[in-house]
């Protein structure tokens, strides 16, 4: 397969319909966030919210977590082993409520190898630019992602400011890597 081959994706088979679920995060779990990717130095790493969610799928992040992975400067691959060592470990009322990755670059849309490597489809996917060194307040520069009708959507800064939004609070951090 030609490199070419994975980065290029096909566009959405239908558009996107806005979704109602808010996830919140921590500013302090933004901030613990951009420093394990930045940790990861110029290679792509990816990592996990988790946290509750609500009878109407509203979730607040309440643990971030870098399992063991294999980093390079284009890409990121967690075994399901390596996955299942922070799931067994997780309170049973938690679930994943954002995969997140960086790019070595200002893309932040995902590729065909992002939409094979994720991890659940019922959470949301982001992709932080620059290794995690852009620049930008976010959530803008940030490509933030959600699985809906066979495809992974990058939403639009107008829907992401009304699905994720920044809280007070602590978070849980740990670097398995």
């Not at 994706?9 to 420093?35: D, E, H, I, K, S």
């Not at 070595?104 to 060194?133: K, Q």
Request: glycine share 10%; aromatic share 8%; charged share 20%.
């Amino acid at each position: 397969m030609h490199i070419e081959d994975d980065l290029r994706r096909p566009p959405p088979p239908r558009p996107y319909q806005p979704g109602n679920a808010t996830l919140r995060v921590p500013a302090q779990g933004l901030a613990a966030t951009l420093a394990l990717l930045r940790r990861a130095g110029k290679r792509e790493s990816g990592l996990f919210w988790y946290g509750q969610r609500d009878a109407m799928g509203n979730g607040e992040v309440a643990y971030i977590v870098a399992p063991r992975q294999r980093m390079t400067w284009g890409n990121y691959h967690i075994s399901a082993e390596a996955l299942a060592e922070i799931v067994h470990r997780l309170p049973d009322a938690w679930k994943p409520l954002a995969q997140i990755h960086s790019h070595p670059g200002s893309r932040v849309e995902h590729s065909n190898y992002d939409d094979r490597m994720a991890s659940s489809r019922n959470a949301l996917s982001l992709v932080f630019p620059s290794y995690g060194h852009g620049g930008e307040q976010f959530p803008s520069g940030v490509g933030v992602h959600e699985w809906q009708n066979g495809y992974w959507h990058l939403l639009g800064l107008s829907h992401v400011a009304t699905r994720v939004m920044i809280c007070s609070g602590n978070v849980k951090v740990a670097d398995l890597r």
